[in-house]
C-alpha cells in the first residue's frame, strides 16, 4: 500500500542526500552552520512559497507574489526613511496592505469567475509598476530598530546562528501547519482543490475562503518582502523578479499537486532547503556557473511532476489531512 | 404526516418552461420515486428542493412552515440533503474528513482528529460498513463512496434525503446493500426521493410514485396499485390502448445477408451482454426508457466505448474498433443523442460541417479544395431540404431541425453502409421531424441500414422493420413487421 505521504518522503529524502553528497564532496559543508544559513538565506522565499502552497492546494496559482515583495520593500523605505515613521508602524501598514491585495484578487477570481494566472499576472503588473512608480532607484533604510533586529538571534553550537528571519519563518511554518491541518479553514481549502463544485454542494463558503486563501498569499509575500528588507537594509522595485515561479518550483518539488486537493507545508519548507542546498553546492564549487542552480531546479521539476502523475495517475494521489 | 411539500412550482429557462406548475408531496418515513424520461423536470425539482436552484414560481411547505431555499448549504442546515450520482464528495480528502467536512469538533479551538476519526467510523458500523475512515474517499469503491454520502447526509439529521440515480453504476450486490439501508432510514422516518431508471428497482423499494413529462405533473400513485404497463404509459405519455394497433402495411424488407452482427457483446458498467443483428437495407429501432443501455449499443459498436467481452461482426469480418475514427474507415457514421455538445461546430459554416467528415476520412494531406466542398454542401441543402439562404451560414444559427439534417449530411456524405442514429429527432420542430422521418425511410429504401434509437415509440413504430427493446442494458425483446405497434414496445418495456 502506498502511503500518502510518499512525495514527503521522497522530497526529504532527497534533501538529506544532496546535503549528504556535498558534505562528502567539501570539507565544512556538513556544519549546523551551514544547515543554518539555509534557512536564513531562503526564510523571504520560503515565507511566500508557504501562501502559494495553500493557493496552489485550492487549484489555484498567485503570479504576484514577487511583485508584492518588490512593493512591500520599496513601501517600507520610503514610509521609514521619507516619512520618519517607525518601523513597527510600517509593518502592520504593509502586511495589512498586501493581505487587501491578496483579498482582490481573491474576490475578482471568484466573482467574475475569472482564471488566477490572469488576474494574479494583472496583480504582478500593477504591484511592480506602483513599486516602480514610487521609486526607480534602491532607497536604503537606515534605522536602529533594523540593527536592532538584525543582531537579535541566537548562536547554536558549531557556529550556526539562527537570526530573526529564521525564528519567523518558524513562527509562519508552524501557524501554517495549524491551518493546513486544525482548523476548518484548512479542511476547505483542500476541499476547493478536490472539486469546487462538491464543495459548494457540501456547503463550503466558497467565495469566503477564496478570498481568504488570497490574502493569506499576500499577506505572507509582503512578510518575505519586509524580511528580504532586513538582508540588504533597502527597498527596491527591482527585488524579487521571477520569485513567484521558484516559489511555484519549491511547492511542486515539495510534493504539492499544481492541480491542487493535496499537498503539505512542510513539503514547500523542504523544496525550498533543496533548492538553498543547490545553490550552496555550487558556491562551494566555485568553478561552476550559477545558473547550474536553474539548470537542476528545471530537471528536479521535470522528474517531480512525472513523478506525481505516476501516483495520481493509480488513482492514488496523496490526501490532505495529517 | 407530509414532511414537504412543492406546490405548482415554476422554472422557467430562456426558450423552454422546465417545470410547470408541479406538485410534489414528500411523507415522512416513506421511499418516494420521482420518475421521467428526458427532459422531463426531475433533475430541475429536484435542484429546487434541494436549494441548488430558485423556482420562478410556486411554493414549498417544510415541517408545517414555509420554505425558501437560498442555498444547498442552507437547505442541508434545514436537514434536505442530497447524494448525486456522480458522488459530489471530495476524493482527495479522507473518509472521515468528508463526514465532517465544516462541522468538525474542536478542542482547544484546534479540529479532534481522534474524535472525529471515532465517531466516523461508529457512524459508518451503523450503514454496515467497517473501513478505515482515515484513507482518502477515492481509493473506495462508488458504491462505498455513495454510502458515505448518505451517512454524511443522515448524520446531518437529515429528514429529507434525496437519491440521485444511486444505484447507476452499482452492481446487483451494493443495490441490495443500498436498499437496506434506505429501509432502515425510512423505518426511522426519514423521507427518501429516489430517482432512478430501473422500474425493477422502483416496485421493490419504492411506496409511492411521482411521474412528470416535459416538465409537468402526471400524476402521484401508489405503487401497488399502479400496474407496470402503466407507470411506462405514463412516462411515455401514450395511453393503452385495448386493442393491437395495427401499423401501416409495410413492405417486408428483410432476408438481406446480415450487414452488423453482435453476439454477446457487453461493456463493463454500461451493456450487459446483447445479440443484435442489422441486415442489409434494414432500419433497425432500439426502444426502451432513457437508461435502458439504447445509446451504450451506439457506443459500443462505433468504438467509442471498449466492449469488455463479446464479438462484432461487420460486413463478414469480426471487427472491434478501437476508436470511431476506425469505424468511420469501415463503413459506420453515428450521428450523437447530443447534437449541441458532440455534433455540430457551432461557428463554422454549413459547408465546413458538412465536409468535416469527408475530410476526416481522406486525412489531412488531401485537401478538399473550396469549390468541391461548396458542390458536395449544395447537394445535400437541396436533397434534405436544408432551410438557408446558402451554405456559409455559421451552423448555430439554423434551427435544431436543420443543425439535425447538416449532421445527417455530414455523414451521408461518407456514404456509409451503417448510418447509427441517436435520437435523431429529439428537440427538432414537427416539420422537421416528419422529413426526417422520410429521409430514413427513403435512405432505407436505397439500400443503405440504420439503427435508430428513440424514445418516440410512434417514430420507431412508423420506420423500423424491427424494433430490439432494451431495458436495464440488456436487449428484453424483438419485435418484427406485422406485430411492431406501440403497445408491443411498450408492453416489452414494461414486463417485470
Known amino acids: ?322 | 404526516m407530509t414532511l414537504l411539500s412543492l406546490s405548482k412550482v415554476e422554472k422557467r429557462y430562456p426558450g423552454v418552461k422546465a417545470l410547470d406548475g408541479v406538485d410534489f408531496h414528500l411523507r415522512a418515513g416513506e421511499i418516494h420515486a420521482l420518475l421521467g424520461e428526458n427532459g422531463a423536470g426531475k433533475s430541475t425539482l429536484v435542484k429546487v428542493m434541494t436549494g441548488a436552484l430558485e423556482g420562478d414560481g410556486g411554493s414549498m411547505t417544510y415541517l408545517g412552515e414555509p420554505l425558501r431555499l437560498k442555498s444547498t448549504a442552507q437547505a442541508q442546515a434545514r436537514g434536505i440533503s442530497t447524494v448525486y450520482q456522480e458522488v459530489n464528495l471530495l476524493p482527495n480528502l479522507s473518509v472521515a474528513q468528508n463526514i465532517y467536512l465544516g462541522r468538525e469538533p474542536k478542542k482547544f479551538g484546534l479540529i479532534d482528529w481522534k474524535r472525529i476519526h471515532r465517531q466516523s467510523a461508529e457512524l459508518l458500523k451503523r450503514f454496515a460498513l467497517d473501513i478505515d475512515v482515515s484513507r482518502p474517499l477515492s481509493s473506495y469503491s462508488v458504491a462505498v463512496q455513495q454510502l458515505v454520502a448518505i451517512a454524511r447526509g443522515v448524520d446531518m439529521s437529515a429528514k429529507v434525503l434525496v437519491l440521485d440515480e444511486p444505484t447507476a453504476s452499482l452492481d446487483a450486490g451494493e443495490v441490495e446493500q443500498l436498499f437496506g439501508v434506505m429501509r432502515e432510514l425510512k423505518a426511522r422516518g426519514i423521507g427518501i426521493v429516489f430517482i432512478t431508471h430501473f422500474l425493477d428497482q422502483v416496485y421493490s423499494v419504492c411506496d409511492r410514485i411521482t411521474v412528470l413529462r416535459n416538465g409537468t405533473l402526471v400524476g402521484e400513485f401508489e405503487t401497488a396499485s399502479l400496474p407496470r404497463e402503466e407507470l411506462v404509459a405514463h412516462m411515455l405519455g401514450k395511453e393503452l390502448q385495448r386493442e393491437a394497433h395495427r401499423g401501416d402495411a409495410r413492405e417486408q424488407r428483410e432476408g438481406g445477408e446480415a450487414l452488423l452482427s453482435l453476439q454477446g457483446v457487453s461493456v463493463r458498467g454500461s451493456l450487459g451482454e446483447t445479440d443484435l443483428t442489422v441486415n442489409r437495407g434494414e432500419a433497425v429501432g432500439l426502444a426502451g426508457l432513457l437508461g435502458s443501455g439504447r445509446t451504450e449499443v451506439c457506443r459500443a459498436v462505433f468504438g467509442v466505448d471498449k466492449k469488455s467481452s463479446g464479438s462484432i461482426v461487420f460486413n463478414g469480418r469480426e471487427r472491434s474498433f478501437k476508436q470511431p475514427a476506425d469505424a468511420i474507415a469501415a463503413g459506420l457514421a453515428l450521428c450523437p443523442e447530443d447534437r449541441k455538445t458532440s455534433g455540430i461546430v457551432g461557428p463554422l459554416s454549413i459547408r465546413e460541417n458538412i465536409a468535416l467528415a469527408v475530410q476526416a476520412r481522406r486525412g489531412w494531406w488531401r485537401p478538399m479544395g473550396r469549390a468541391e466542398q461548396q458542390k458536395l454542401a449544395e447537394r445535400f441543402i437541396e436533397e434534405l431540404q436544408i432551410a438557408t439562404p446558402d451554405a456559409d451560414k455559421p451552423i448555430e444559427q439554423l434551427s435544431g431541425g436543420n443543425q439535425q439534417k447538416v449532421i445527417l449530411a455530414r455523414w451521408l456524405a461518407t456514404d456509409p453502409q451503417l448510418l447509427l442514429l441517436d435520437e435523431p429527432t429529439r428537440g427538432v420542430d414537427i416539420g422537421a421531424h416528419a422529413e426526417i422521418l422520410k429521409l430514413i425511410k427513403k435512405l432505407c429504401s436505397e439500400g443503405m441500414s440504420l439503427l435508430v434509437t428513440s424514445s418516440e415509440l410512434e417514430e420507431l413504430v412508423a420506420f423500423s422493420d424491427r424494433v430490439a427493446v432494451m431495458r436495464d442494458r440488456r436487449k428484453v425483446a424483438e419485435i418484427k413487421g406485422e406485430d411492431i405497434s406501440e403497445n408491443t414496445i411498450m408492453r416489452a418495456i414494461a414486463e417485470a
Open chain 1, 1 to 322: 500500500m502506498q502511503s500518502k505521504y510518499t512525495t514527503l518522503y521522497v522530497t526529504a529524502g532527497l534533501f538529506v542526500l544532496l546535503f549528504l553528497a556535498g558534505s562528502l564532496q567539501f570539507s565544512g559543508f556538513g556544519s549546523t552552520r551551514v544547515f543554518a544559513n539555509l534557512f536564513s538565506d531562503n526564510a523571504f522565499l520560503a515565507i511566500t512559497a508557504i501562501g502559494m502552497t495553500f493557493v496552489i492546494i485550492s487549484g489555484g496559482i498567485d503570479l504576484s507574489v514577487g511583485a508584492v515583495i518588490a512593493l512591500t520593500g520599496v513601501a517600507s523605505a520610503l514610509l521609514i526613511g521619507e516619512y520618519g515613521m517607525h518601523p513597527l508602524q510600517v509593518f502592520p501598514l504593509v502586511l495589512v496592505g498586501g493581505g487587501l491585495f491578496g483579498a482582490g484578487m481573491g474576490a475578482l477570481i471568484h466573482y467574475y469567475r475569472l482564471q488566477p494566472f490572469i488576474v494574479t499576472l494583472a496583480g504582478m503588473f500593477l504591484a511592480r509598476g506602483l513599486a516602480t512608480t514610487l521609486s526607480e532607484e534602491s532607497i536604503p533604510i537606515d534605522h536602529p530598530f533594523y540593527d536592532t533586529v538584525a543582531d537579535f538571534g541566537l548562536l547554536l553550537p558549531g557556529n550556526a546562528w539562527v537570526g530573526t528571519s529564521t525564528l519567523v519563518l518558524l513562527l509562519v511554518l508552524v501557524a501554517a501547519v495549524l491551518l493546513a491541518h486544525f482548523s476548518r479553514l484548512g479542511g476547505y481549502i483542500y476541499a476547493l482543490g478536490g472539486s469546487a463544485q462538491s464543495a459548494q454542494l457540501m456547503g463550503v463558503p466558497v467565495a469566503q475562503t477564496t478570498i481568504t486563501i488570497y490574502a493569506i498569499s499576500g499577506f505572507l509575500s509582503a512578510l518575505g518582502g519586509i524580511v528580504y528588507t532586513f538582508y540588504t537594509f533597502s527597498g527596491y522595485s527591482l527585488t524579487g523578479v521571477g520569485l513567484e515561479l521558484d516559489a511555484i518550483a519549491a511547492v511542486v518539488i515539495g510534493g504539492t499537486l499544481l492541480t491542487g486537493g493535496s499537498g503539505y507545508v512542510i513539503g514547500t519548507l523542504v523544496g525550498v532547503l533543496i533548492m538553498g542546498v543547490i545553490q550552496t553546492y555550487i558556491s562551494f564549487d566555485g568553478t561552476l556557473n550559477s545558473w547550474w542552480t536553474k539548470i537542476v531546479i528545471g530537471l528536479l521539476l521535470f522528474a517531480f511532476i512525472a513523478m506525481q502523475r505516476l501516483l495520481t495517475g493509480s488513482g492514488k494521489g496523496g490526501t490532505a489531512h495529517a
